[in-house]
């Protein structure tokens, strides 16, 4: 089996995978000023995609130019998430180098779609495909690909609940962590958190919601800027766990609503329920924004690393007075106003650099396996070969795991891998 990384090798970004110059796997994009998409425009026969982040998906219409309609396969969830998205950075960018696609290309997705559910094996591009449960977010897909003579598992991005963990406390509230462990001889592997440990999720949840609840205790607003897929959804969950009042705004919203159509791929599909009905949707513009800021509530918005959204509207309005807080609930990509916000306690909003007298904090709600969940996940897996992408160490924990006696390899972008059962060679 021939693998070519097109994106997402040694870098977190635009992970796209060509198996046998035939099926793809992802086809993302790498947020940045500008945008990277992946190294090649592949003509596959099919593609395949494990779950809707626009690093994954970003880049998908632009796969169905001129008269290239290669049917597309992925889970219901992925499906919606992905066109979302589309349509979002059309709107945003649409008519720009920053915008790979066309409004045209995006309704062809619709046309060649084809949705499945987990363990349910389809064929695409001549191989045989299963979806297994990757616990990441509603949808999110490990991929396993069987030519007939190798078997290749694409884990996509994972995430496992704490051994401990009787329901949801050692885990994410909004998916169940992955539990499938299918027979591979190949493992292409995510790496993002495999040197971190995230800690116990519900001493983190007691921590968050201490600290939310005081703030609004002394008079102060808190704002949480939260991705809109999964982050959003999960935060929602916490605060009617916890009571808290909460508004959510940006793009969770739709994708809130969305995930209530898909209840067999979230863990508690009633929670989810509870969790919308307890929070306040925001339903107008500026105006009513800024006299939320003004309330003594926790405002869940997009964007997660404050890069646009309407966190350009709460994060002015809330800046000046140290009773209030923003309370960072992700990974800050270097170069993002919400790692300069960390960093420095300043940030480039709209165009204007503001220092920033509330509070800031940071919690890791990640959505990743950390690097005791990789181990964990990879354990049954140490007859196979492991190549490791997606991650900013990808050598680094390659290296790792061939000193702990695994087959293990981190490409670059552009190389190619054939593998088999028993077989590695690499070229470039």
């Given at each position: 089996?021939?693998v070519r990384?097109l994106?997402g090798a040694?870098e977190v970004?635009r992970?796209?995978?060509l198996?046998?110059d035939?099926l793809?796997?992802?086809?993302?994009?790498?947020?940045?000023n500008?945008p990277?998409?992946p190294?090649a425009?592949?003509d596959?026969?099919?593609?395949?995609v494990?779950?809707?982040?626009?690093?994954?998906v970003?880049?998908?219409?632009?796969?169905l130019?001129?008269d290239?309609?290669p049917?597309?396969?992925?889970t219901?969830?992925?499906r919606e998430?992905?066109?979302?998205l589309?349509?979002?950075?059309?709107?945003?960018?649409?008519?720009?180098?920053?915008?790979?696609f066309?409004e045209?290309?995006?309704?062809?997705v619709?046309?060649?779609?084809e949705t499945?559910?987990?363990?349910?094996t389809?064929?695409a591009a001549?191989?045989?495909?299963?979806?297994?449960n990757?616990?990441?977010?509603?949808?999110?897909a490990h991929?396993?690909?069987?030519?007939?003579e190798?078997?290749l598992?694409?884990?996509?991005d994972?995430?496992?609940?704490?051994?401990?963990?009787?329901?949801?406390?050692g885990?994410?509230?909004?998916?169940?962590?992955?539990?499938?462990?299918p027979?591979?001889d190949?493992?292409?592997c995510?790496?993002?958190?495999?040197?971190?440990?995230?800690?116990?999720?519900a001493?983190?949840?007691?921590?968050?919601?201490?600290s939310?609840r005081?703030?609004l205790?002394e008079?102060?607003?808190v704002?949480?800027p939260a991705?809109?897929i999964?982050?959003t959804?999960?935060l929602?969950?916490?605060?009617?766990?916890y009571?808290?009042?909460c508004?959510v705004?940006?793009m969770g919203?739709?994708v809130?609503?969305?995930l209530?159509?898909?209840?067999?791929f979230?863990?508690?599909a009633?929670?989810?329920?509870?969790a919308k009905?307890?929070?306040?949707?925001?339903?107008?513009r500026d105006?009513?924004?800024?006299r939320?800021a003004?309330q003594?509530?926790a405002i869940?918005?997009t964007?997660g690393?404050?890069s646009?959204g309407?966190?350009?509207t709460?994060?002015?309005?809330?800046?000046d007075?140290p009773?209030n807080?923003?309370t960072?609930?992700?990974?800050q990509v270097?170069g993002t106003?919400?790692r300069?916000l960390l960093?420095?306690?300043s940030?480039?909003?709209d165009g204007?650099?503001m220092?920033?007298?509330a509070?800031?904090?940071?919690?890791?709600f990640s959505a990743?396996?950390d690097a005791d969940?990789l181990?964990t996940?990879?354990?049954s897996?140490?007859?196979?070969t492991?190549?490791?992408n997606?991650?900013?160490?990808?050598?680094?924990?390659a290296?790792?795991?061939?000193?702990?006696?695994y087959?293990?390899?981190a490409p670059?972008?552009?190389e190619?891998v054939?593998?088999?059962?028993a077989?590695?060679e690499?070229q470039?």
């Amino acid at each position: 089996m021939d693998v070519r990384f097109l994106g997402g090798a040694r870098e977190v970004g635009r992970s796209a995978i060509l198996v046998n110059d035939r099926l793809l796997l992802d086809y993302g994009t790498l947020t940045g000023n500008p945008p990277q998409f992946p190294v090649a425009a592949p003509d596959p026969e099919a593609v395949v995609v494990s779950h809707g982040h626009l690093d994954h998906v970003g880049s998908i219409p632009s796969l169905l130019s001129g008269d290239r309609r290669p049917p597309i396969h992925w889970t219901p969830p992925t499906r919606e998430l992905a066109l979302t998205l589309a349509r979002d950075t059309l709107k945003l960018h649409g008519g720009t180098y920053d915008c790979p696609f066309t409004e045209e290309e995006v309704r062809r997705v619709t046309q060649v779609s084809e949705t499945h559910g987990y363990r349910e094996t389809f064929t695409a591009a001549g191989h045989e495909i299963t979806f297994y449960n990757a616990g990441h977010i509603p949808g999110s897909a490990h991929v396993l690909v069987d030519d007939g003579e190798t078997r290749l598992l694409y884990t996509g991005d994972f995430h496992l609940d704490d051994a401990s963990a009787a329901d949801h406390p050692g885990g994410q509230r909004l998916v169940a962590g992955t539990t499938a462990r299918p027979d591979a001889d190949v493992v292409v592997c995510e790496s993002t958190y495999s040197d971190v440990e995230h800690g116990d999720r519900a001493e983190l949840e007691e921590r968050f919601a201490e600290s939310v609840r005081t703030t609004l205790w002394e008079g102060g607003t808190v704002v949480v800027p939260a991705f809109a897929i999964g982050r959003t959804q999960e935060l929602l969950l916490v605060c009617e766990a916890y009571d808290i009042p909460c508004y959510v705004d940006g793009m969770g919203k739709r994708v809130t609503e969305m995930l209530r159509r898909h209840p067999e791929f979230v863990r508690d599909a009633d929670a989810l329920g509870r969790a919308k009905s307890h929070a306040r949707f925001v339903t107008g513009r500026d105006g009513q924004r800024r006299r939320i800021a003004d309330q003594n509530v926790a405002i869940v918005t997009t964007s997660g690393m404050l890069s646009g959204g309407p966190a350009m509207t709460y994060i002015p309005e809330v800046r000046d007075h140290p009773v209030n807080k923003i309370t960072l609930t992700g990974y800050q990509v270097e170069g993002t106003p919400g790692r300069d916000l960390l960093d420095t306690g300043s940030a480039e909003l709209d165009g204007r650099v503001m220092p920033v007298a509330a509070r800031v904090e940071s919690y890791d709600f990640s959505a990743h396996a950390d690097a005791d969940g990789l181990r964990t996940f990879l354990d049954s897996y140490r007859d196979a070969t492991v190549l490791v992408n997606h991650g900013d160490r990808c050598v680094a924990f390659a290296d790792d795991l061939t000193a702990d006696g695994y087959r293990a390899v981190a490409p670059a972008v552009g190389e190619t891998v054939s593998v088999g059962p028993a077989t590695l060679e690499r070229q470039a």
